[in-house]
């Protein structure tokens, strides 16, 4: 069994013991944050294998891996350098495969993805996850994902905006939120709040979810929960019409041919308060789900 659909079963289910008693560290947000020297929004440009052979520390039987380097461009620095413009990432992957193993990075060959990191820097300028080698994907490089219902393959984040002329960028949402937090689905209910988008094409139905906050990155840090106030489309069809609004979907738990899926997932947020004290998404109710609200993903 390859590691990678155990580790996403268990990073998504929020487990942090593996079977047959390997024990993975269980870092707080507060753990991480704390030890990071780097803290950032940041986009892969490129990637490259290294010369260095390892093994990783705490698994047993040992578990070889080669070096990797990834070049990224910062979107937006919450904690370090503010000037930072680029880094080096240095992580590892392995070609074995194996039961109870490390939860490695995975960067997608040809891809260019967008990741939430918290980092420490080496002596040699390059930086590496916070959270140490063996078990960095998920909670110390997390992928960003648009939160439009296909869980943990949603698309890239698309900040601007051709259909407003709205020119969002990860700095002008932090500096216009009230409230930046990682976050967990707890529920959503409908309200008989009926809307427009679109100009008059689209009809929304309101909804309010329902949040519960791991890590405050701007704002008041005393909230535990949090209420959204979004939108669902009044006739799914419109979904699929050209360059539909892209709302947000979260896919509850459900179970299926005697399987329960989880449902649910971790957010990223960046929010606006609104007079009722339910919280919006920053840069509006059309486009959100690629923009303000995000999904966090271990891939």
């Known amino acids: 069994m390859r590691i990678k659909a155990l580790s996403t079963l268990l990073l998504l289910s929020g487990i942090s013991q593996l079977l047959d008693a390997r024990l993975v560290k269980s870092w707080s947000e507060e753990e991480i944050f704390e030890k990071a020297d780097l803290v950032v929004i940041a986009t892969v440009v490129s ?11 705490d698994i047993q039987p040992p578990i070889e891996v080669c070096g990797m380097e990834a070049d990224l461009e910062t979107r937006l620095v919450f904690k370090g350098e503010k000037n930072i413009t680029k880094f080096r990432l240095h992580y590892y992957k392995t070609d074995e495969e194996f039961t109870n193993g490390p939860w490695l990075i995975e960067i997608p060959k040809g891809e260019q993805p967008t990741y939430l990191l918290f980092l420490t820097k ?45 020119q969002w960028t990860y700095p002008k949402m932090l500096e216009k939120a009230d409230l930046v937090v990682k976050a967990d689905w707890v529920s959503t209910k409908g309200t008989d709040e009926r809307t427009t988008l679109l100009g008059k094409d689209v009809t929304g139905i309101g909804v309010t979810s329902e949040f519960t906050i791991n890590f405050v990155l701007k704002g008041p840090k005393d909230p535990e929960k949090l209420r959204l106030h979004h939108y669902k489309f009044q006739d799914e069809d419109d979904a699929f019409r050209a360059y539909p609004p892209q709302l947000i979907r979260i896919v509850p738990p459900v179970i299926r041919n005697g399987r ?40």
């Open 47 to 57: 990637t490259k294998e290294t010369q260095e052979r390892s093994t990783l520390p």
């Open 260 to 299: 329960q899926y989880p449902g649910g997932g971790k957010y990223l947020l960046f929010l606006t308060k609104e007079s009722d004290g339910r919280y919006a998404p920053v840069t509006g109710q059309t486009d959100p789900a690629v923009s303000s609200v995000l999904e966090l993903t271990p891939f």
């Open 122 to 166: 080496e002596n040699d300028g390059r930086y590496a996850p916070a959270t140490d080698q063996t078990d960095p994907a998920g909670n110390a490089v997390i992928r960003l994902r648009g939160a439009n219902g296909v869980r943990g393959h949603g698309p890239e984040p698309q900040l601007h905006n051709g259909r407003s002329g709205q």
